[in-house]
């Protein structure tokens, strides 16, 4: 389970089979034993694979918090200036929370891209 996958493959409310390209995806919410795919605003899809699970199948994306794990390529801006009140923000500006354990890690993974934020 550790290849990495550039496309996932889900139904859409017809029941037809679709294949989205990794790149499109803006980041995945964890629903207990399901994961939900984030396209933008408007679509989404359920996935029956866990958080975890789609984190090993896609090691590029970050994991910000216990149910979000986002596409770093979509990140437009970043405030991690206070342990309690950290945040990414994305493509769609949709902004999500980064939890204060995760904080260092992902103002490295930031510094290693070369990304700016404030902080």
């Given at each position: 389970m550790n290849s990495t996958r550039t496309s996932i493959k889900v139904r859409d409310r017809r029941g037809r089979a679709i294949t989205i390209a990794a790149k499109q995806i803006l980041f995945f919410e964890g629903w207990s034993n399901y994961s939900r795919i984030i396209l933008n605003k408007?679509?989404?899809?359920?996935?029956?694979?866990?958080?975890?699970?789609?984190?090993?199948?896609?090691?590029?994306?970050?994991?910000?918090?216990?149910s979000h794990l986002v596409n770093p390529e979509h990140i437009v801006q970043l405030d991690l200036h206070d342990m309690h009140n950290s945040w990414v923000e994305l493509s769609d500006e949709t902004r999500?929370?980064?939890?204060?354990?995760?904080?260092?890690?992902?103002?490295?993974?930031?510094k290693f891209m070369n990304l700016t934020y404030s902080g």
């Amino acid at each position: 389970m550790n290849s990495t996958r550039t496309s996932i493959k889900v139904r859409d409310r017809r029941g037809r089979a679709i294949t989205i390209a990794a790149k499109q995806i803006l980041f995945f919410e964890g629903w207990s034993n399901y994961s939900r795919i984030i396209l933008n605003k408007q679509s989404g899809f359920v996935s029956s694979y866990t958080l975890k699970e789609q984190q090993e199948y896609h090691p590029t994306f970050w994991r910000i918090s216990r149910s979000h794990l986002v596409n770093p390529e979509h990140i437009v801006q970043l405030d991690l200036h206070d342990m309690h009140n950290s945040w990414v923000e994305l493509s769609d500006e949709t902004r999500l929370s980064v939890s204060r354990r995760r904080v260092k890690s992902i103002a490295s993974l930031a510094k290693f891209m070369n990304l700016t934020y404030s902080g």
